[in-house]
T-cell receptor, first 115, second 109 residues
């Protein structure tokens, strides 16, 4: 158990809908990272937050947004869902938000299926 | 062009064999991660390297910054090592993370 929790574990929804994925980092970790893993694209970095502020942005679509709250939990919002958004969404946390020179701990993932 | 290339894509080994998985990258990095993903989907970070070599049990990871290459070695492989191993790099600007496509390892008893 990494100490990172993600909810829900599974989510099935229809095209055009909006969903929110939630991540609670390990106790004491200030950084949260979001990743998407799809069958055709593999793992991709979406976005990183550090202590409530956006720190780095990867291949995150404009239909997606994220935020980190004062209690350090983070939410990833996916809207106008398309079939291609079906994927595993991982959250990871780490202690500091520097140039990646710190260990990341991954949550169990949320499996999103868009029908 | 992929910023991170892994080889081989698939690997089958007999229990006890020495295994090497390679990772080459084309960007300047501040660190490289080796990740393990089991069939259930969970991801575990095995190593984080910025130089040299690290060892944890039967696992050894090395990195050559000049050659932009890293290797993950598994000594005395065991069926429980069967998983997908993924190489990931963090650019030296700290702004981007790139992943290899993974190496699927199967260790046969």
């Amino acid at each position: 158990d990494s100490g990172v929790t993600q909810t829900p574990k599974h989510l099935i929804t229809a095209t055009g809908q909006r969903v929110t994925l939630r991540c609670s980092p390990r106790s004491g970790d200030l950084s949260v990272y979001w990743y998407q893993q799809s069958l055709d694209q593999g793992l991709q970095f979406l976005i990183q937050y550090y202590n409530g502020e956006e720190r780095a942005k990867g291949n995150i679509l404009e239909r997606f947004s994220a935020q980190q709250f004062p209690d350090l939990h983070s939410e990833l919002n996916l809207s106008s869902l398309e079939l291609g958004d079906s994927a595993l969404y991982f959250c990871a946390s780490s202690t500091i938000g520097g140039r990646g020179i710190n260990e990341q701990y991954f949550g169990p993932g949320t499996r999103l299926t868009v029908t | 062009k992929n910023e991170v290339e892994q080889s081989p894509q698939n690997l089958t080994a007999q229990e006890g064999e020495f295994i090497t998985i390679n990772c080459s990258y084309s960007v300047g990095i501040s660190a490289l991660h080796w990740l393990q993903q089991h069939p259930g989907g969970g991801i575990v970070s095995l190593f984080m390297l910025s130089s040299g070599k690290k060892k944890h049990g039967r696992l050894i990871a090395t990195i050559n910054i000049q050659e932009k290459h890293s290797s993950l070695h598994i000594t005395a492989s065991h069926p429980r090592d069967s998983a997908v191993y993924i190489c990931a790099v963090i650019t030296n600007t700290g702004n981007q993370f790139y992943f290899g496509t993974g190496t699927s390892l199967t260790v046969i008893p």
